[in-house]
């Protein structure tokens, strides 16, 4: 059996940077630009746009816990008082931070979008149909409140331990519910 030493590495990893010819740096860079108002919940259409449903309670999926948490930015919620109009329950709306624990996974990263659908733990659609020649705008608790709906990935993690395998962790924060033209009882 050899020695090993700097003479006689283990692994010859070394290569003389004379013998390389041209080499290149790269730097990557994407983008995308999601129009929120344009957004309707529709799983079909959302996911030709690369945006993701999830849903809570189901009997398959990813989804292992929820936990919605007021943000804590200051006049976030005024200023969606103000938007949303004089309606009485707007005064109890605000907006949420959720944390997501997952199966593992490696469907997510930060910046993108994902809908958490509020129908799933009861408190009806998260989109609201929109106001105009269709009659008053009609919304839901979901909707009101700022639950589920559309949010933007801001951490992602990832972890790998004997008791639980491999789970992945979502924060993200809302961005929209979605609007429809017409609310279908579907």
Avoid at 15 to 35: K, M, P
Avoid at 93 to 98: E, G, H, I, Q
């Amino acid at each position: 059996m050899a020695e090993t030493n700097y003479q006689n590495p283990l692994f010859d990893l070394c290569v003389d940077s004379n013998n390389i010819g041209e080499h290149y740096e790269y730097f990557a860079i994407s983008a995308t630009d999601t129009n929120i108002n344009r957004l309707r919940g529709d799983p079909y259409e959302d996911r030709s746009n690369g945006i993701l449903h999830v849903y809570f309670g189901e009997d398959r999926g990813v989804v292992k816990t929820v936990k919605f948490n007021k943000t804590d930015q200051e006049y976030l919620p005024e200023a969606r008082f103000a938007s949303e109009g004089e309606f009485i329950f707007n005064q109890l709306s605000n907006v949420y931070d959720v944390g997501l624990e997952m199966i593992g996974n490696n469907l997510f990263k930060i910046g993108q979008h994902i809908y958490i659908d509020a129908e799933s733990f009861g408190a009806g659609p998260s989109w609201a149909n929109s106001q105009g020649i269709y009659g008053p705008r009609k919304r839901s608790w979901a909707s009101i409140m700022g639950l589920g709906g559309y949010h933007l990935i801001t951490e992602v993690g990832s972890s790998i331990d004997s008791n639980n395998g491999f789970a992945t962790t979502l924060k993200a924060r809302w961005v929209g519910g979605g609007q429809r033209m017409v609310w279908s009882e579907e």
